[in-house]
């Protein structure tokens, strides 16, 4: 199992890493505004992710139309995950959260388009924009 919690600890999270079926970096420019360079975050099955504590919630409007609520904490305000309304049973959970980010591999990022000269793409497989469809094909969701 591996876990993790907000800055403040008050939301704590715990989920098996063999749920984790995406591993991605978005640099969208949402995600700029909200995370300062990009979003990092792993996809897994919503009820394969144990969330312990409350979380306090927002709802923006994403890239494709669709709504995706971000789900944070009260106390200290750290993002812990989003639930895109594109990708119903889906939860994205935010890479900053967890206690040992050592082992994560990432697949690749997204909307490198829109990312400053500054904060290059880390992983070898990009796309300029969404994830294309016949890269969406494989994704087990
Ligand atoms: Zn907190
Ligand atoms: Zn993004």
Redesign the pocket.
């Known amino acids: 199992m591996k876990e993790g919690c907000c800055y403040c600890g008050n939301v704590q999270i715990k989920f098996c890493e063999s749920n984790v079926i995406l591993a991605l970096h978005?640099?969208?420019l949402?995600?700029q505004k909200y995370f300062g360079t990009k979003?990092s975050v792993l996809t897994m099955p919503s009820k394969t992710l144990e969330i312990y504590g409350k979380t306090c919630s927002a709802e923006i409007i994403g890239g494709s139309g669709k709504k995706i609520i971000r789900h944070f904490c009260g106390e200290c305000g750290t993002v812990i995950f989003n639930v895109p309304e594109f990708r119903p049973g889906y939860t994205n959970l935010m890479v900053s959260t967890l206690d040992d980010v050592s082992w994560v591999k990432f697949d690749f990022s997204i909307?490198t388009k829109s990312a400053p000269t500054w904060a290059k793409p880390s992983t070898d497989i990009v796309f300029p924009g969404a994830i294309p469809s016949e890269v969406l094909k494989t994704i087990p969701f």
């Open positions: 978005c640099h969208c949402d995600c979003a909307w």
